[in-house]
Structure formats: structure tokens, C-alpha cells
């Protein structure tokens, strides 16, 4: 049935690839998605997840895929279950384990590449409880004979009704924490009964088990009150005395830490100020190393001034590799740990994903340009021209027409350089509309990838304005912070200081017919936008913040606000700040059509955040609607509310466009 699943796809694409069109809304959601990306030790096999949608089950199915690192035909692996996430080879490279689910469990398998076998190795559970910046789960032992895993071996808790609250962080995404913890376990490669590593009232994870195997590291949160203070440590555990130890000692959050291949140090990114939220960032993360024995560690990339993730090591142990942003680009960088010589060679004009290197000293990833989709690259040692291997998208794409973004550059009202992408309209004759779109965040990007969205919106005969207000990663931290105790100051007047170049240089654009629209973050812009000026035909505000004072209260983020605005909302005039930046404040100035989109269990972002900015425009006698999403959190997961909120999003800017 993968099989068929699979080739069915494949056939429906070469159907349509007879003539080029626009992207339809279905379209957004045909393309197959490629996850991680697992080369073979030996660098000479690549093993990689890809998604697809099933549209009418309404879900989406996820393969295990092999391919050479020389290239050629893309291969199923049959005998892995659907959904296998966590992939890892084992280090004498004969066997994959992931974690997978299977009818109504989950379970850790190993599959022997030889032979094709998947064995089941034991039960996975997983705590429902929220944990911030979590990494990897799942480890092998460096004689790949033993399999580690951060999770919890405690049974599913009964309902509780009435429900009991005695913690901040007591919400998931959808729902509510079951308050069981994540530790360290280790079970034997061929199966076995789990041993736990670490057990007590604190979370463990972010695992990696390297060197003389002798000991794993994970981090933890040892704050009185993890919940109320997010600062993570990385701790080592000894596999066979069970003896736990604390490696740093920071206010500031380290993140993924990797052993280097002797064993020597760790590798890990980290940011350094007192107060690090456990939603969007404002400090940029760089890269670190600390003897594995402890001691002080080395901020090694501290020049770069950018965002660094996805670290992992050389096979030789004398450098460590990342990937940062900057100016819409994903770069793979490399620094060597004797010299702190940085170079970031791969990536410019494109977004890649995270670096994974082989014993060979290539590196597997994927890479995604405006008009294309992602897919898998290699890097030969000492090359520093990447190489594709798949082109999974290619005739898909190949089959429709792209509306190719221009790179927009203007100055601000302050002088400052702002970013921005125009993606003309598709087909279109005359002057055109334009939708302004606002990314998430506040600390996200625009950039160099592909945007199915986007393309949907030019096929309708809209142009589409993507622009990195201040605020935005990929520019320094100075601009990182540009929106801290300001959210819809410098970066409102970014957006608007984008439109108007655009309009000036551009003009086929309708200054007339324009619109906006954005979710989360860009919701809450989209709702601050209305409230400061009339000059958008319409707005769809996603996910939205109106309030900053009750977002506060009822978001999961609990530490976000105070973490943005100079500290508790209680602290001196702070309430007179939140409300003076709160789009509720000034909705009686509020005279544009809006749609705001929901989702019922958002807890990231909750639901009444919506409501009251809907109630209030109803009141003040404002076109506007309110259309709720059962069982959605924060960004849709079921693929019929994917298509809905996309098309449901065109057509209100269409109704709008035509008064």
C-alpha cells in the first residue's frame, strides 16, 4: 500500500505535466515534503523522511527513502513503518533506528539495512509536556550495541476532573501537560527491558552518547521553578555508575550538545542573557565548545553576529559546522576550533537544512531556492560545490508556472536597511493588486525558499510583498532586537516604508487594491496595521494577538512578554506599556474588512486573543468574521484546514477587490 501510495503520486504529477499553470490551492499541498536527513556513516547511502498529504484521509504519510550518494533512483524502504521520525544510524553502520508509531503505540525499531529486517525494540512513550527548544531524543552507542532515548516509562495518567493547576507551564500546544518526566534511558540494540540513566523531578533530553561510550550528555532545567525560569544546563551521565554531573553553569540556555568524535569536547549553541523565552527569541544563539570534562566554555563564532543552528562536528574533531541566517539566506558555516577562522561557503541565495556529516567528510542536507522546493544535496569533502541527488519536485514543479520573486532593498524612516521579496502576479494584465504578508515571530524570516503559499496568491493575480522588518533574524542582533518594548513601532513602520517603495518603483501595482495578512506574530501586526491605518482594502489575521495584557495570562508563552517588555506586566508602568502596544487599544481606529482565522485549542496563542479583536469590529459595525478550527493549535496540522484557511484567505481579499 506505501508503494502504491507513492506511485499514484508520482503519476499525477507526470498527468499534469503537459502544460504550465498557476498553483492551485490543492497544489500547496501536493508537493512531498522531505524531514531528515540521515547519511550512512560511510557517507555512501543517504536515508531521508518524506511527506506527502492524503488530501481525502486527511492526513499526512510519512516514508523512510534511500537514495546513493553518487545519485540515481530514489527507493522506498518498504519495511519501515510509516511516520518514522528520529533517524539514526548505527555507528558500524548496519542498522537504522527510529521511533515510529504503530496502530495505537509507539515504539523504538531498528531496521538491518542487509537483510531488510525491522525488529521492534521496545515501547516509546513521550511526555505531553511542553518542552522548550527540545533536540535529539534517540542515540546509539558508539559500539553500536546499545540504543539511547529520552522519554518516560510512566503509564498515561488518569483525567483528572476537576482539573488541578500547581504549575506555570501547564498547557501543551493543544491541550493540557500530563506533568510526567522525561529522562534517560538505555535498552539493549536487540531488545530488551529499558534501564533508566537519570530519574527525579527534573526533565532530561537533547541527548548524545559519544566518545569511549563511557557517558551520555542531555541537558536540564535545575532552576527552582523550571517553569518560571528557562536555563538550561548540559549535564553528563555515566552509563554504568549512573552518576550524573553538571558540565555548565550559565544564566543564558545551552542547546544541542554534541560530543566530538574523540570524545574530547562538546559542541552546543547557547544564548547568554538572564531571561531566554521558550517561544521567539530575540538573542541570537552562537556556537560554543566546552571540554567534555567541564571547565569554561568557548564562544567560537562570536564575531559572525548571526543566529546559529544545527551544530554538529568534523569527523576529525577540529571543526564544528552550523547553519545561520542572514539576509534570507540559510548559510552551511564552518569554524576550526584551533584558529576561530569562520567561513560560510554554502547556502548564499538559498535556504538550507541542517548539516550532517559523514566519516567521509561529506555532508547530506537540504537545500530550497524561490523556485524550489527542498531537496537533498551532498557535499564532497574539500568541494565547495554542493551536489543534488533528489529532484522529487522537479516535474511538479516543472508543470506549473512560478512567479519568480525580485529582491527589494529601501530605506526606512530612520535610514535603517530593510529586506524585502516582490513576487509579481501571475497572467495579470493591467494594474495589479498586492497582498503585504507578515511573518511570525516577531524573530522569524522571510527568505531564499520556496513558498507554496506565495505562489497560490500570484496564480490569483496578486502580487505578494514578503519583508523583514526589524525584528527579523538574519541581520545582527541589534536588529534582532530592534522590536523589543516596541512591538508595532519600528517594525509597522518597516512594512509601510516597504509598501511605499514598492508602489513608487512598481508601477503596475494598485495603490488602490491593497491588502495584508500574516499569523502569530504577523497576526498581530495584521491587527496592528488596521488600527493605524485605513489604506488596506481588506485583512485575514491568523492566530492573532489583540491583547498584550491578557496574552500575557492565558498564553503557554508565559515568559514571552516579560522577556520583550523590559520585565512582569506588574513592574512599574508596564500595563500602560502592553496596552499602548495592544491593537485592542486602538481598534475605534479601525476601519478595514478583517477575517480572523483560529484555532480552537491554540494554546500558543489563545482562541479569545481572536474574539476580542472580532467582537470589538462587529461592535464598531466593521465587516468582519470569525472562523474557529476544531482541534487546531497554533498552525493548522489537518490538511482540509490547510486548504480551507488558504482558500478561505484568497476569496475575502477577492470579494473585497472587486468593491
Not at 46 to 64: E, G, Q, W
Not at 230 to 256: C, K, W
Not at 473 to 488: A, K, L, R
Not at 576 to 590: E, F
Amino acid at each position: 500500500m506505501q508503494k502504491l501510495l507513492l506511485i499514484t503520486a508520482l503519476v499525477s504529477v507526470q498527468q499534469i505535466a503537459t502544460a504550465q499553470r498557476p498553483f492551485s490551492a490543492a497544489d500547496t499541498l501536493a508537493l512531498q515534503t522531505i524531514g531528515e536527513v540521515a547519511p550512512s556513516p560511510d557517507g555512501k547511502t543517504i536515508v531521508f523522511a518524506v511527506a506527502t498529504i492524503d488530501l481525502p484521509a486527511n492526513k499526512t504519510i510519512s516514508h523512510l527513502m534511500r537514495i546513493s550518494a553518487t545519485g540515481g533512483t530514489v527507493e522506498l524502504r518498504t519495511a519501515a513503518p510509516e511516520g518514522a521520525g528520529s533517524i539514526r544510524w548505527s555507528p558500524n553502520g548496519e542498522r537504522l533506528a527510529f521511533i515510529a508509531p504503530h496502530e495505537k503505540t509507539t515504539a523504538i525499531y531498528t531496521l538491518d539495512i542487509a537483510s531488510g529486517k525491522l525488529a521492534r525494540i521496545c515501547d516509546y512513550r513521550r511526555s505531553n509536556s511542553f518542552l522548550p527548544h527540545a533536540g535529539n531524543m534517540l542515540a546509539w552507542s558508539p559500539d553500536s550495541k546499545q540504543i539511547a532515548f529520552a522519554g518516560t516509562m510512566e503509564p498515561d495518567p488518569p483525567v483528572q476532573d476537576p482539573l488541578v493547576v500547581t504549575r506555570i507551564l501547564y498547557k501543551t500546544r493543544t491541550s493540557f501537560s500530563d506533568n510526567r518526566h522525561t529522562h534517560v534511558f538505555v535498552v539493549p540494540a536487540n531488545g530488551g527491558e529499558p534501564h533508566a540513566l537519570t530519574t527525579g523531578n527534573h526533565d532530561e533530553h537533547s541527548i548524545d552518547w559519544g566518545g569511549d561510550g563511557t557517558q551520555l550528555v542531555f541537558l536540564s532545567n535545575h532552576e527552582a521553578d523550571p517553569d518560571a525560569l528557562l536555563n538550561y544546563d548540559i549535564f553528563a551521565v555515566g552509563v554504568a555508575s549512573g552518576a550524573v554531573r553538571q558540565i555548565t553553569h550559565t544564566p543564558g540556555v545551552e542547546m544541542d550538545p554534541r560530543i566530538s568524535p574523540d570524545g574530547h569536547s562538546i559542541a552546543y549553541t547557547s544564548t547568554k542573557r538572564k531571561i531566554t523565552t521558550i517561544d521567539s527569541v530575540a538573542e541570537d544563539a552562537h556556537a560554543w565548545v566546552i571540554p567534555i570534562t567541564g571547565g569554561a566554555g568557548k564562544e567560537m563564532n562570536a564575531s559572525l553576529d548571526r543566529r546559529t543552528s544545527g551544530i554538529a562536528w568534523s569527523p576529525d574533531s577540529k571543526s564544528i559546522l552550523y547553519t545561520v541566517g542572514d539576509h534570507g539566506s540559510v548559510t552551511g558555516c564552518t569554524t576550526f576550533l584551533r584558529t576561530d577562522e569562520t567561513s560560510c561557503p554554502i547556502g548564499k541565495g538559498a535556504q538550507i537544512g541542517m548539516l550532517t556529516p559523514a566519516r567521509d567528510g561529506s555532508l547530506a542536507f537540504t537545500l530550497s531556492k524561490p523556485d524550489m522546493p527542498a531537496e537533498v544535496f551532498r557535499l564532497e569533502a574539500g568541494s565547495r560545490e554542493p551536489r543534488q541527488l533528489t529532484h522529487l519536485s522537479a516535474q511538479f514543479i516543472a508543470a506549473h508556472q512560478i512567479s519568480k520573486p525580485e529582491e527589494i532593498q529601501f530605506k526606512s524612516f530612520d535610514g535603517a536597511n530593510v529586506q524585502g521579496w516582490l513576487y509579481p502576479a501571475l497572467n495579470a494584465t493591467g494594474r495589479t493588486p498586492m497582498i503585504l504578508t507578515i511573518h511570525s515571530g516577531p524573530h522569524g524570516q522571510f527568505g531564499y525558499a520556496f513558498n507554496a503559499g506565495t505562489q497560490f496568491y500570484a496564480g490569483r493575480g496578486y502580487a505578494v510583498l514578503a519583508i523583514n522588518p526589524r525584528g527579523s533574524s538574519g541581520y545582527g542582533q541589534t536588529f534582532s532586537d530592534g522590536s523589543v518594548d516596541n512591538w508595532g513601532g519600528g517594525d509597522y513602520k518597516d512594512l509601510m516604508a516597504g509598501v511605499d517603495a514598492v508602489l513608487k518603483s512598481h508601477s503596475k501595482i494598485d495603490p488602490e487594491k491593497l491588502f495584508v495578512t500574516g499569523g502569530s506574530y504577523g497576526g498581530f501586526m495584521t491587527n496592528w496595521v488596521i488600527t493605524q491605518t485605513n489604506r488596506f482594502k481588506a485583512a485575514v489575521s491568523a492566530a492573532s494577538v489583540s491583547d498584550l495584557i491578557s496574552f500575557y495570562a492565558t498564553s503557554m508563552y508565559q515568559d514571552l512578554v516579560h522577556a520583550e517588555f523590559r520585565g512582569f506586566p506588574w513592574a512599574g508602568d508596564n500595563y500602560t506599556l502592553l496596552w499602548k502596544w495592544s491593537p485592542l487599544a486602538h481598534v475605534k481606529n479601525a476601519t478595514t474588512p478583517t477575517m480572523f482565522l483560529h484555532g480552537e485549542n491554540d494554546n500558543d496563542v489563545h482562541i479569545t486573543q481572536a474574539e476580542q479583536m472580532f467582537t470589538a469590529l462587529r461592535q464598531r459595525g466593521i465587516e468582519s468574521e470569525l472562523v474557529r478550527y476544531p482541534r487546531e493549535g497554533h498552525g493548522f496540522r489537518e490538511p482540509k484546514h490547510r486548504l480551507d484557511s488558504l482558500t478561505r484567505t484568497v476569496e475575502w481579499f477577492d470579494r473585497f477587490q472587486a468593491k
